[in-house]
Protein backbone atom coordinates (compact mmCIF):
# COMPACT_ATOMS: atom_id res chain seq x y z
CA UNK A 1 0.00 0.00 0.00
CA UNK A 2 1.41 3.51 -0.65
CA UNK A 3 0.82 4.85 2.66
CA UNK A 4 3.02 1.94 4.09
CA UNK A 5 5.80 2.54 1.48
CA UNK A 6 5.43 6.37 2.54
CA UNK A 7 5.88 5.57 6.25
CA UNK A 8 8.90 3.09 5.58
CA UNK A 9 10.91 5.90 3.21
CA UNK A 10 10.03 8.61 5.80
CA UNK A 11 11.83 5.97 8.53
CA UNK A 12 15.03 5.86 6.05
CA UNK A 13 15.55 9.36 5.47
CA UNK A 14 14.39 13.19 6.31
CA UNK A 15 15.01 14.03 2.64
CA UNK A 16 12.80 14.75 -0.03
CA UNK A 17 11.64 11.59 -2.16
CA UNK A 18 9.13 10.93 -4.71
CA UNK A 19 6.48 8.19 -5.50
CA UNK A 20 5.30 7.25 -8.71
CA UNK A 21 1.72 6.11 -10.04
CA UNK A 22 0.06 4.68 -12.68
CA UNK A 23 -2.56 6.68 -13.93
CA UNK A 24 -4.24 4.22 -16.55
CA UNK A 25 -5.15 1.57 -13.76
CA UNK A 26 -6.71 -1.43 -16.44
CA UNK A 27 -7.49 -1.67 -19.97
CA UNK A 28 -10.82 -3.48 -21.72
CA UNK A 29 -10.92 -7.49 -21.11
CA UNK A 30 -9.35 -6.97 -17.60
CA UNK A 31 -12.23 -7.68 -15.38
CA UNK A 32 -13.55 -10.65 -17.39
CA UNK A 33 -10.35 -12.11 -18.16
CA UNK A 34 -10.59 -16.25 -17.17
CA UNK A 35 -8.39 -18.79 -16.00
CA UNK A 36 -7.97 -20.27 -19.24
CA UNK A 37 -6.59 -16.60 -20.38
CA UNK A 38 -3.90 -16.68 -17.75
CA UNK A 39 -2.86 -19.89 -18.06
CA UNK A 40 -2.27 -19.31 -21.93
CA UNK A 41 -0.54 -16.16 -20.89
CA UNK A 42 1.65 -18.18 -17.90
CA UNK A 43 2.84 -20.91 -20.99
CA UNK A 44 5.55 -18.90 -22.71
CA UNK A 45 7.01 -17.94 -18.79
CA UNK A 46 5.96 -21.39 -17.54
CA UNK A 47 9.53 -22.94 -17.37
CA UNK A 48 11.28 -19.78 -15.64
CA UNK A 49 9.69 -19.74 -11.89
CA UNK A 50 11.01 -23.36 -11.39
CA UNK A 51 14.31 -22.74 -12.58
CA UNK A 52 14.35 -19.86 -10.37
CA UNK A 53 13.06 -22.01 -7.24
CA UNK A 54 10.06 -19.88 -7.15
CA UNK A 55 6.72 -21.62 -6.90
CA UNK A 56 4.35 -21.43 -10.01
CA UNK A 57 1.38 -18.00 -10.32
CA UNK A 58 -1.67 -18.88 -9.89
CA UNK A 59 -4.75 -17.73 -10.89
CA UNK A 60 -6.75 -14.91 -9.00
CA UNK A 61 -9.68 -12.99 -10.06
CA UNK A 62 -8.93 -8.89 -10.73
CA UNK A 63 -10.01 -6.90 -8.03
CA UNK A 64 -9.39 -3.27 -9.66
CA UNK A 65 -7.57 -0.89 -7.34
CA UNK A 66 -8.60 2.84 -8.06
CA UNK A 67 -5.68 5.75 -9.10
CA UNK A 68 -7.68 8.45 -7.42
CA UNK A 69 -7.70 6.21 -4.04
CA UNK A 70 -3.92 6.24 -4.23
CA UNK A 71 -3.75 9.41 -5.44
CA UNK A 72 -5.35 11.00 -2.13
CA UNK A 73 -2.84 8.51 -0.12
CA UNK A 74 0.23 10.48 -1.88
CA UNK A 75 -1.98 13.84 -1.49
CA UNK A 76 -2.35 13.58 2.34
CA UNK A 77 0.97 12.50 3.04
CA UNK A 78 2.06 15.35 1.40
CA UNK A 79 4.79 13.54 -0.83
CA UNK A 80 7.47 16.17 -1.69
CA UNK A 81 7.74 14.68 -5.39
CA UNK A 82 4.66 12.91 -7.04
CA UNK A 83 5.18 11.31 -10.56
CA UNK A 84 3.43 9.63 -12.63
CA UNK A 85 3.31 7.14 -16.39
CA UNK A 86 0.48 5.62 -18.72
CA UNK A 87 -1.81 9.26 -18.21
CA UNK A 88 -2.01 12.63 -17.15
CA UNK A 89 -3.77 12.38 -13.47
CA UNK A 90 -7.09 14.35 -13.30
CA UNK A 91 -6.99 18.34 -13.11
CA UNK A 92 -7.99 18.36 -9.82
CA UNK A 93 -5.47 16.29 -8.39
CA UNK A 94 -2.72 18.35 -10.06
CA UNK A 95 -3.74 21.46 -9.02
CA UNK A 96 -4.08 19.81 -5.15
CA UNK A 97 -0.50 19.25 -5.87
CA UNK A 98 0.31 23.00 -6.50
CA UNK A 99 -1.61 23.70 -3.40
CA UNK A 100 0.01 21.69 -1.58
CA UNK A 101 3.49 22.76 -3.14
CA UNK A 102 3.90 18.58 -4.59
CA UNK A 103 6.58 18.71 -7.37
CA UNK A 104 5.38 17.17 -9.93
CA UNK A 105 7.39 15.23 -12.41
CA UNK A 106 8.10 12.77 -16.28
CA UNK A 107 10.43 9.89 -14.31
CA UNK A 108 14.40 10.84 -15.39
CA UNK A 109 16.12 9.16 -12.05
CA UNK A 110 15.84 5.29 -12.96
CA UNK A 111 19.64 4.81 -13.51
CA UNK A 112 20.19 6.62 -9.73
CA UNK A 113 20.91 4.26 -6.94
CA UNK A 114 17.98 6.47 -4.68
CA UNK A 115 15.80 5.09 -7.21
CA UNK A 116 13.09 2.21 -6.91
CA UNK A 117 15.01 0.02 -9.64
CA UNK A 118 16.33 -2.86 -8.82
CA UNK A 119 20.27 -3.12 -8.72
CA UNK A 120 20.61 -5.50 -11.92
CA UNK A 121 18.45 -2.98 -13.36
CA UNK A 122 20.18 0.32 -12.82
CA UNK A 123 23.45 -1.85 -13.89
CA UNK A 124 21.53 -3.34 -17.43
CA UNK A 125 20.69 0.90 -17.54
CA UNK A 126 24.17 2.05 -17.31
CA UNK A 127 25.76 -0.87 -19.09
CA UNK A 128 26.37 -1.89 -22.75
CA UNK A 129 23.70 -4.11 -23.44
CA UNK A 130 20.95 -0.39 -22.84
CA UNK A 131 21.89 0.66 -26.37
CA UNK A 132 19.52 -2.44 -27.74
CA UNK A 133 16.16 -1.95 -27.09
CA UNK A 134 12.71 -3.08 -28.08
CA UNK A 135 8.80 -2.50 -27.98
CA UNK A 136 6.91 -5.14 -26.16
CA UNK A 137 3.19 -5.56 -24.61
CA UNK A 138 4.32 -8.86 -22.69
CA UNK A 139 5.76 -6.49 -19.58
CA UNK A 140 2.33 -5.20 -18.43
CA UNK A 141 -0.04 -5.67 -21.77
CA UNK A 142 0.48 -2.60 -22.46
CA UNK A 143 3.27 -1.24 -25.22
CA UNK A 144 6.27 -0.06 -23.66
CA UNK A 145 9.97 -0.45 -24.07
CA UNK A 146 12.83 -2.50 -22.35
CA UNK A 147 16.16 -3.83 -23.07
CA UNK A 148 16.21 -6.82 -25.64
CA UNK A 149 16.48 -10.08 -23.45
CA UNK A 150 15.62 -13.44 -22.83
CA UNK A 151 12.31 -12.62 -21.48
CA UNK A 152 12.11 -9.53 -23.98
CA UNK A 153 11.76 -12.42 -26.73
CA UNK A 154 10.42 -14.89 -24.81
CA UNK A 155 6.78 -12.61 -25.04
CA UNK A 156 7.59 -11.41 -28.24
CA UNK A 157 7.35 -14.65 -29.65
CA UNK A 158 4.72 -15.33 -32.37
CA UNK A 159 1.38 -16.41 -30.96
CA UNK A 160 1.94 -15.56 -27.30
CA UNK A 161 -1.35 -14.52 -25.42
CA UNK A 162 -0.50 -11.44 -24.06
CA UNK A 163 -3.46 -10.86 -20.82
CA UNK A 164 -4.91 -7.36 -20.43
CA UNK A 165 -3.03 -4.50 -18.26
CA UNK A 166 -2.71 -5.12 -15.20
CA UNK A 167 -3.23 -9.01 -15.34
CA UNK A 168 0.10 -9.43 -17.63
CA UNK A 169 2.35 -6.90 -15.35
CA UNK A 170 1.17 -9.25 -12.66
CA UNK A 171 1.87 -12.17 -14.47
CA UNK A 172 5.19 -11.12 -15.27
CA UNK A 173 6.13 -9.17 -12.01
CA UNK A 174 5.59 -12.89 -10.04
CA UNK A 175 8.45 -14.44 -12.17
CA UNK A 176 10.69 -10.97 -11.63
CA UNK A 177 10.83 -11.01 -8.31
CA UNK A 178 12.35 -14.61 -8.27
CA UNK A 179 14.47 -13.46 -11.15
CA UNK A 180 15.99 -9.97 -9.29
CA UNK A 181 16.40 -12.27 -6.06
CA UNK A 182 18.90 -15.14 -8.06
CA UNK A 183 20.42 -12.13 -9.62
CA UNK A 184 19.03 -13.30 -13.62
CA UNK A 185 18.77 -10.05 -15.42
CA UNK A 186 17.82 -11.69 -18.64
CA UNK A 187 14.45 -12.79 -17.27
CA UNK A 188 13.53 -9.07 -16.19
CA UNK A 189 11.69 -6.94 -17.65
CA UNK A 190 13.85 -3.97 -18.11
CA UNK A 191 12.02 -0.65 -18.87
CA UNK A 192 14.16 1.42 -20.98
CA UNK A 193 13.52 4.47 -23.61
CA UNK A 194 15.38 4.58 -26.81
CA UNK A 195 18.24 7.14 -25.24
CA UNK A 196 18.78 4.64 -22.58
CA UNK A 197 22.55 3.61 -23.78
CA UNK A 198 23.32 7.66 -22.79
CA UNK A 199 22.70 6.83 -19.15
CA UNK A 200 25.49 7.86 -16.71
CA UNK A 201 24.88 8.89 -13.71
CA UNK A 202 24.14 7.42 -10.74
CA UNK A 203 23.95 9.73 -7.89
CA UNK A 204 20.46 11.50 -8.18
CA UNK A 205 22.10 15.28 -6.60
CA UNK A 206 24.88 15.01 -9.44
CA UNK A 207 22.24 14.29 -11.61
CA UNK A 208 19.94 17.10 -11.10
CA UNK A 209 22.38 19.59 -10.51
CA UNK A 210 23.97 18.74 -14.41
CA UNK A 211 19.79 18.59 -15.97
CA UNK A 212 19.68 22.60 -14.01
CA UNK A 213 23.15 23.68 -15.36
CA UNK A 214 22.41 22.12 -18.85
CA UNK A 215 19.12 24.31 -18.45
CA UNK A 216 20.83 27.30 -17.09
CA UNK A 217 22.90 26.71 -20.58
CA UNK A 218 19.96 26.99 -22.56
CA UNK A 219 17.16 29.28 -20.72
CA UNK A 220 20.21 32.21 -20.56
CA UNK A 221 20.92 32.97 -24.03
CA UNK A 222 16.98 32.72 -24.45
CA UNK A 223 16.26 34.76 -21.72
CA UNK A 224 18.32 37.41 -23.59
CA UNK A 225 17.14 37.11 -27.13
CA UNK A 226 13.89 37.44 -25.33
CA UNK A 227 14.81 40.98 -23.42
CA UNK A 228 16.41 42.60 -26.43
CA UNK A 229 13.33 41.71 -28.63
CA UNK A 230 11.25 43.53 -26.34
CA UNK A 231 13.50 46.34 -25.71
CA UNK A 232 13.86 46.69 -30.08
CA UNK A 233 9.75 46.29 -30.10
CA UNK A 234 9.07 49.42 -27.61
Not at 97 to 106: H, L, S
Not at 144 to 171: F, K, V
Not at 194 to 203: F, N, P, V, Y
Request: glycine share 8%; aromatic share 6%.
Amino acid sequence: MPSETIAEIRALTSRPFAMNLWVSMEDAGARTSTEAAFNRGLAPLAGHPAALGASRPAYQPYSPPRFEDQARVLLEANVPVFSFIFGIPPREIMEECRTRGIMTIGTAFLACKESGASRLHREALIGGHAGRTALTKGFTGRLARGIHNRLLEDLNRSGTEILPYPLQRALVRNLSTAADAAGRSDLLPLWAGQSAGLSTGTDATALLTSLVEDLADIAGPVARWSASRHQHVS
